[in-house]
């Protein structure tokens, strides 16, 4: 049911088929895809591929596929007939089962009277929780999943068509031998809560970071770039700050705030240290990037009147 839904959403995967087993047990078929191996040998994780294989982030967090790229990034395929093409080859993780066979907590299908949190949209993104697919989120120059844009937009759109086309998504979860019907309920109900979570909590976080954006100079959105799954960190750790003690913003983007924060702060000592030192050579050495987007916004802050010394603590 994953693999289908996944192509019908226009996203590569295996055509599957139930079949009889001799013993009498229903098995699954998948058609094997042709490909050029897994997205984590070589070098085949570029910008590029990154960003198609984000085509499906929505739909790994509709479909609650917790593996969806594999811990080794081994579960998507480059595939041969596109160049840069992903297929998504191992949907084990998806839906009410873990990959391994246990049933997943009543919060993720919204099992009774739960609701169903899409908490994936985050947790895919961290490297603390998933670092298989932040480092596809990082290879893509991207700091969080609302960074997806308009592209995450009109995957909640396909979403939302998918279940207008199959009467609420009743034909894309079939009533078969093997499937029980309280797992049938169980998946639809998921599939329906979720879609539901996408349209209410998460497509209104992505119009307010298209909106954050939307007049940010590049230079600015290169360095939320090169910071990747940082930079939200970093962002909610200033914004954190400003609120406590009550500090204006004075007019600074997200971006240049960040930059500041981090150049006066855990980036300060290396930055110092490297701007007084030279290699033995005297070629100068490569700096972070928070002081070229600091002066900007610098000439906005109020004038120097007097330096206060701080007691430790």
């Known amino acids: 049911m994953a693999n289908r839904a996944y192509r019908e959403l226009g996203l590569e995967a295996p055509q599957s088929s139930l079949v009889r087993l001799k013993d009498g047990k229903i098995g699954i078929t998948n058609d094997i895809i042709d490909n050029q191996g897994t997205v984590g040998t070589g ?24 593996d969806a790229v594999g811990a080794n990034l081994d579960n998507v395929v480059a595939t041969a007939a596109r160049r840069y093409g992903a297929a998504r080859i191992d949907q084990g993780g998806a839906l009410i089962f873990r990959a391994q066979g246990a049933r997943k907590p009543p919060s993720v299908s919204g099992r009774g009277n739960a609701a169903a949190a899409v908490t994936e949209w985050d947790g895919f993104a961290s490297s603390s929780t998933n670092p298989a697919y932040a480092r596809v989120i990082a290879a893509a120059g991207l700091s969080s999943a609302d960074d997806l844009g308009r592209k995450a937009l009109n995957q909640i759109a396909a979403v939302n068509k998918l ?44 119009k307010d970071a298209m909106l954050r954006t939307r007049n940010v100079p590049e230079h600015q959105l290169e360095y939320q770039r090169e910071l990747g799954p940082r930079y939200a960190q970093e962002r909610t750790g200033v914004l954190n700050h400003l609120a406590k003690n009550q500090t204006p913003r004075r007019n600074a983007t997200d971006q240049e705030l960040v930059s500041m924060w981090r150049y006066s702060g855990p980036a300060f000592g290396p930055l110092n240290r490297t701007l007084r030192s030279r290699g033995p050579d005297h070629a100068p050495r490569q700096l972070p990037p928070h002081p070229q987007r600091c002066p900007r916004q610098a000439g906005r802050l109020p004038g120097h009147r007097q330096t206060q010394n701080h007691p430790a603590g």
């Open 43 to 66: 070098r085949r994780l570029n910008k590029s591929r990154a960003q198609e294989v984000l085509r499906g982030y929505t739909a790994d967090v509709w479909l609650a596929n917790w």
């Open 163 to 206: 279940r207008q086309r199959t009467r609420n998504f009743q034909d894309l979860v079939p009533d078969t031998a093997g499937v029980s019907k309280t797992d049938r309920e169980e998946i639809l109900g998921m599939l329906r809560k979720r879609a539901d979570a996408l349209e209410k909590d998460i497509a209104p976080r992505v």
